[in-house]
């Protein structure tokens, strides 16, 4: 089943399943078992958690890359940077910035650190608990 467009000429994929976008995704990314084309190395048994679980615990995996943005900590209440009105660059005035970056622009640490260093006080790991992604990635290590 392929997507159609819909009157904005967008893409209308809430007529795929779950199962019909696993497939297109281990197909295009060249996991799980390809039975009619044999150029595609066979990588996973199943494209699942699971299956992903299995990989690493036998050792095939050799290196693991973590994709994250600011979400992964935000549950935990450290802010992300540019969400208006809660973002962190949002709330930096009282650090009387020339502009909402240079709080992490070396060049602008060089001239003054004071504001970076405030920051990094405000928001120390001590008031802040890991998220359960932050422990997933620890147990990569």
Not at 39 to 65: C, M, S, W
Not at 68 to 96: C, H, M, V, W
């Amino acid at each position: 089943k392929h997507s159609s467009d819909n009157e904005d000429g967008e893409d209308d994929i809430d007529d795929l399943s779950l199962e019909e976008i696993r497939r297109a995704l281990a197909s295009r990314l060249t996991i799980g078992k390809i039975i009619d084309d044999q150029r595609h190395p066979h990588v996973l048994n199943e494209f699942t958690l699971d299956g992903i679980v299995e990989y690493i615990k036998e050792g095939k995996a050799k290196n693991i890359i973590v994709m994250a943005g600011a979400g992964i900590s935000t549950s935990a209440g450290i802010p992300d940077f540019r969400t208006a009105g809660t973002g962190l660059y949002d709330n930096l005035e009282k650090y009387q910035l020339p502009y909402p970056q240079a709080v992490f622009d070396i060049r602008y640490f060089v001239e003054n650190p004071k504001p970076f260093f405030l920051l990094a006080k405000e928001l120390y790991p001590s008031k802040f608990k890991p998220t359960p992604s932050h422990y997933f990635v620890k147990l990569l290590e």
